[in-house]
């Protein structure tokens, strides 16, 4: 069955930097954009990043551009979120998300969009 794993997460200082992983399987991973969302203790689940079925287009959360990086590998069935200068609010739970591509937008930031979900990784933050 489909299935998204996330890795990578971890603990780490203010300014420091993770990159986050999500391997696909069980479904044709580059027919789906791929998306990062989180969600922090008592916050609702909010976007993150989104990148398109080629990997040519993204799409980020102002809180996150210039920051955070999301990028693709078909061949590898895997989709990756750079994060640098982590601040104390960017700690959360990281999902990764896919969204099956029907030609009419390349990339979503809507989680209602999305079908399938990974289980997610904890990111902390200390200052």
């Known amino acids: 069955q489909a299935q998204l794993v996330e890795s990578g997460g971890g603990l780490v200082q203010a300014g420091a930097s993770l990159r986050l992983s999500c391997a696909a399987s069980?479904?044709?991973?580059?027919?789906?954009?791929s998306g990062w969302f989180r969600q922090a203790p008592g916050r609702e689940r909010e976007f993150v990043a989104a990148v398109s079925v080629s990997g040519g287009s993204t799409h980020y959360a102002d809180s996150v551009k210039g920051r955070f990086t999301i990028s693709r590998d078909n061949a590898k069935n895997t989709v990756y979120l750079q994060m640098n200068s982590l601040r104390p609010d960017d700690a959360s739970v990281y999902y990764c998300a896919a969204a099956w591509y029907d030609g009419s937008h390349l990339y979503t930031d809507d989680e209602f969009e999305y079908e399938y979900w990974g289980q997610g990784t904890q990111v902390t933050v200390s200052s």
């Open positions: 069980g479904f044709t991973f580059r027919r789906y954009s």
